[in-house]
T-cell receptor, first 116, second 115 residues
Framework: DTEVTQTPKHLVMGMTNKKSLKCEQH?????MYWYKQKAKKPPELMFV???????INESVPSRFSPECPNSSLLNLHLHALQPEDSALYLC???????????????FGPGTRLTVL | AQSVSQHNHHVILSEAASLELGCNYS??????LFWYVQYPGQHLQLLLK??????LVKGIKGFEAEFIKSKFSFNLRKPSVQWSDTAEYFC?????????????FGKGNQVVVIP
């Protein structure tokens, strides 16, 4: 299984809502990532989990809260978002990690988020 | 600052024309190199990758890329494009050891193929 799955595919939420994005992989990868992508722009790294521990937080606002319950799952909890947070949220995974050369990241299809 | 550069952000060409997209990076040391494609409204797909070995890499959909170490470049080519190649193309680089969890993206090339 070489897939990264993400749910939901689309999400519309109001600024006062609380929602969660989910990501799952069964490739035995120990590094998982959240990216935010605006239209026609490259993905921007938000968070990296390595062996279920948060290793990188790219100064993301606290209204985004990541969680890694186990090595296969990655969640992104959303609360009090702003309209400018509307974007495609991509999850990725890779073999970890430090010292390995072959760190190809496998991307999921993304969740298209609209904040009203 | 270390970076990945893609020039000619907007490329418009006719079907059957040849395509070449440039990618230059500024990292020293060993790097892994990738080209991703994103069709309109769709997710990122890996076109091809280079880790080591033959610097000419063949990918999916007739694409190839050449790694030229002395020029810090990894240019993407396709001899004859089709309308279905209309997409955004991103070059990405894993920086050298010590930053393997980071994937640095270029700003992308928007390619439009006219039938």
């Amino acid at each position: 299984d070489t897939e990264v799955t993400q749910t939901p595919k689309h999400l519309v939420m109001g600024m006062t809502n609380k929602k969660s994005l989910k990501c799952e992989q069964h490739m035995g990868h120990r590094a998982m990532y959240w990216y935010k992508q605006k239209a026609k722009k490259p993905p921007e790294l938000m968070f990296v989990y390595s062996y279920e521990k948060l290793s990188i937080n790219e100064s993301v606002p606290s209204r985004f809260s990541p969680e890694c319950p186990n090595s296969s799952l990655l969640n992104l909890h959303l609360h009090a978002l702003q309209p400018e947070d509307s974007a495609l949220y991509l999850c990725a995974s890779s073999q970890d990690g430090f010292g390995q050369r072959y760190n190809e990241q496998f991307f999921g299809p993304g969740t298209r988020l609209t904040v009203l | 600052a270390q970076s990945v550069s893609q020039h000619n952000h907007h490329v418009i060409l006719s079907e059957a024309a040849s395509l070449e997209l440039g990618c230059n990076y500024s990292y020293g040391g060993t790097v892994n190199l990738f080209w991703y494609v994103q069709y309109p409204g769709q997710h990122l797909q890996l076109l091809l990758k280079y880790f080591s070995g033959d610097p000419l890499v063949k990918g999916i959909k007739g694409f190839e890329a050449e790694f030229i170490k002395s020029k810090f470049s990894f240019n993407l080519r396709k001899p004859s494009v089709q309308w279905s190649d209309t997409a955004e193309y991103f070059c990405a680089v894993n920086p050298p050891l010590g930053g393997n969890n980071r994937l640095a993206f270029g700003k992308g090339n928007q390619v439009v193929v006219i039938p």
